[in-house]
């Protein structure tokens, strides 16, 4: 009887371990420490709800796990936040403020995921005009995946995206920055980053003293080598308060040179108010093996600097579909390579499905083919020859055609059925 005691007390003694140590969801109240009640949590996917208030502290996440906020908003997580290695963080209607004028407000770690929405992340005030001396908002420290939506950073830094690997989606936030987006690696070279931003707004703003080390980017590459930047129905906006240059897109002459990267912008608006400044500038990196494609932009002010080194090739497009003219910006030296690879990008990721090219052509008419193995040395005009592909269709069968097949089939099937019942009521009848 004795041993059916202890046995029932160790069954019962496990199971409230296991209910204490498998908690998926906790409710906090304003002055409750995030931190604490994470260590209560189970591994595994559970949730933090934050009620409205104030959470002062710092907070490294070490298990996956969901921080979402009050329905009526004033959640506040006054700190930092650090997703550790190859963990991953939710974040629904929360705000995430620092006051330290040189904090990494969330810090994504290596191969750690963050999808943060709904949200705020700023520094101080929330003030457009105040970042600190280094604040970043979100920083990728490498093989990262970040979805950014509906959210609005205001950083020195908006997004910081360090090191190679790192996955880069933004849709629909709102981000202010002396550098809004930057990819780059402190002159260290980086590789395969990947960055898409959609129906978003990206300022830069520079108030910082005139002289030339104080020169940025709304958008910035640096140290990169075959990574990629997407931006598809944004508004790009430059908001320099002195006479140093706020490019919109920079790829930085400062950094190690970048090469081998895709930049496809589409759709936007990109308002260059600073007259110092340009749209696109290539820096010291006009050789180098990088590609813009431009289409269907809204562009106010200087476009590009002055360069020898660079040529436009436009293509246009009678298709019938809305794809629109794409200028290229390629660097002259091994312009013909790169223009092929720049066609090939174009084909896989700016038609729509339903688009086949047929050829390239020297005119409108589509007489003289456009030879990619001559020697390019100047601007062009590439017309392009598609048509549209249509769905393959099946006629749905003709009903009274095909009746007699039908009726043939229900007979055999009939038949069938009579010779299985014959055959279990003769088997019956000889087991009698």
């Known amino acids: 009887m004795k041993k059916i005691k202890l046995g029932v007390f160790a069954f019962l003694s496990l199971l409230l371990a296991l209910t204490f140590t498998n908690v998926k969801a906790l409710d906090l109240n304003s002055g409750d420490s995030i931190a604490t009640k994470l260590g209560e949590l189970g591994d595994g996917d559970s949730t933090l709800n934050l009620a409205a208030g104030t959470y002062t502290e710092d907070i490294t996440i070490d298990k996956d796990v969901k921080i979402i906020g009050a329905e009526e908003g004033?959640?506040?997580?006054?700190?930092?936040?650090?997703?550790?290695?190859?963990?991953?963080?939710?974040?629904?209607?929360?705000?995430?403020?620092?006051?330290?004028?040189?904090?990494t407000i969330v810090t994504v770690e290596d191969g750690a995921t963050l999808d943060i929405s709904d949200s705020e992340i700023y520094f101080n005030d929330k003030s457009n005009v105040d970042f600190g001396d280094s604040t970043?908002?979100?920083?990728?420290?490498?093989?990262?995946?970040?979805?950014?939506?509906?959210?609005t950073i205001n950083a020195k830094y908006g997004i910081w995206v360090k090191g190679s690997n790192n996955t880069l989606r933004v849709t629909g936030s709102d981000i202010h920055g002396y550098s809004a987006i930057d990819v780059s690696n402190g002159k260290v070279a980086a590789r395969e980053n990947?960055?898409?931003?959609?129906?978003?707004?990206?300022?830069?703003?520079?108030?910082?003293?005139?002289?030339?080390?104080?020169?940025?980017?709304?958008?910035?590459?640096?140290?990169?080598?075959?990574?990629?930047?997407?931006?598809?129905?944004?508004?790009?906006?430059?908001?320099?308060?002195?006479?140093n240059k706020e490019d919109l897109i920079l790829i930085g002459s400062e950094y190690t040179k970048s090469t081998s990267n895709t930049?496809?912008?589409?759709?936007?608006?990109?308002?260059?108010?600073?007259?110092?400044?340009?749209?696109?500038?290539?820096?010291?990196?006009?050789?180098?093996?990088?590609?813009?494609?431009?289409?269907?932009?809204?562009?106010?002010?200087?476009?590009?600097?002055?360069?020898?080194?660079?040529?436009?090739?436009?293509?246009?497009?009678?298709?019938?579909s809305e794809s629109g003219?794409?200028?290229?910006?390629?660097?002259?030296?091994?312009?013909?390579?790169?223009?092929?690879?720049?066609?090939?990008?174009?084909?896989?990721?700016?038609?729509?499905?339903?688009?086949?090219?047929?050829?390239?052509?020297?005119?409108?008419?589509?007489?003289?083919?456009?030879?990619?193995?001559?020697?390019?040395?100047?601007?062009?005009?590439?017309?392009?020859?598609a048509s549209e592909v249509k769905a393959d269709t099946v006629d749905a069968p003709n009903t009274l055609d095909n009746i007699g097949l039908y009726i043939g089939l229900g007979v055999v099937s009939l038949a069938a059925l009579i010779s299985v019942l014959v055959v279990v009521s003769r088997k019956k009848a000889y087991n009698k």
């Open 74 to 103: 004033g959640s506040i997580i006054e700190g930092t936040i650090t997703v550790a290695a190859g963990k991953k963080l939710t974040i629904r209607g929360v705000t995430i403020k620092s006051t330290d004028g040189e904090a």
């Open 194 to 243: 990947s960055v898409t931003v959609k129906s978003s707004t990206l300022t830069g703003h520079n108030i910082y003293p005139a002289n030339a080390d104080n020169d940025y980017g709304t958008v910035v590459f640096g140290d990169q080598t075959e990574s990629s930047l997407v931006i598809e129905e944004n508004s790009i906006v430059t908001n320099a308060t002195s006479n």
């Open 325 to 385: 003219d794409v200028t290229f910006t390629i660097p002259k030296e091994n312009a013909n390579e790169i223009l092929k690879a720049a066609l090939k990008t174009f084909e896989e990721s700016m038609l729509e499905d339903n688009i086949k090219i047929e050829g390239y052509y020297k005119d409108d008419e589509y007489k003289e083919a456009f030879n990619l193995e001559e020697v390019l040395e100047e601007n062009a005009t590439i017309y392009v020859k």
């Open 263 to 320: 930049f496809i912008i589409s759709n936007s608006t990109l308002d260059n108010t600073n007259a110092n400044s340009v749209v696109f500038n290539l820096g010291e990196d006009t050789e180098a093996s990088n590609t813009i494609m431009s289409t269907g932009n809204t562009i106010k002010g200087d476009v590009y600097p002055a360069s020898e080194e660079i040529l436009y090739v436009t293509l246009v497009l009678d298709d019938g």
């Open 136 to 151: 970043v908002g979100i920083l990728a420290n490498g093989n990262t995946t970040i979805d950014v939506t509906g959210t």
